[in-house]
């Protein structure tokens, strides 16, 4: 099992950066594929980020591509979302999420495990 729960969501200026973390607590030393997803308004949830162990490459979407960073610290078991040259695009609820197995899909129903999401909005 496990639990996942981030913080850090704020409304900025368009331009400006925010960090996203995710606190995770798991009751084994198994590693998961970690990501991070979004969800505009009136939009479908789609995945922004993922990456399996310290050291492995992250892939991002098209989207987010240099402008956005995942990270991991494994000491604090967290997980960081950077996000630099925000838009109002990217105005939406962030969510955590993590899968046992392969890191290679954004497929949300391959992640058994999500956070409550936090909420950034991006004004112009």
């Known amino acids: 099992q496990v639990q996942l729960l981030e913080s850090g969501g704020a409304s900025v200026q368009a331009g400006g950066s925010l960090r996203l973390s995710c606190a995770v607590a798991?009751?084994?030393?198994?590693?998961?594929?970690m990501a991070w997803f979004r969800q505009p308004p009136g939009k479908k949830r789609e995945g922004v980020a993922r990456?399996?162990?310290?050291?492995?490459?992250?892939t991002y979407a098209q989207s987010v591509a240099g402008r956005f960073t995942i990270s991991l610290d494994e000491y604090k078991n967290a997980t960081y979302l950077q996000m630099t040259s925000l838009t109002p695009e990217d105005t939406a609820m962030y969510y955590c999420?993590?899968?046992?197995?392969?890191?290679?899909?954004?497929?949300?129903?391959?992640?058994?495990?999500w956070g409550q999401g936090t909420q950034v909005t991006v004004s112009s």
């Open positions: 798991k009751h084994n030393a198994d590693n998961y594929c």
């Open positions: 990456v399996y162990t310290i050291g492995a490459r992250p």
């Open positions: 999420a993590a899968r046992s197995g392969v890191c290679n899909t954004f497929n949300e129903a391959a992640f058994a495990y």
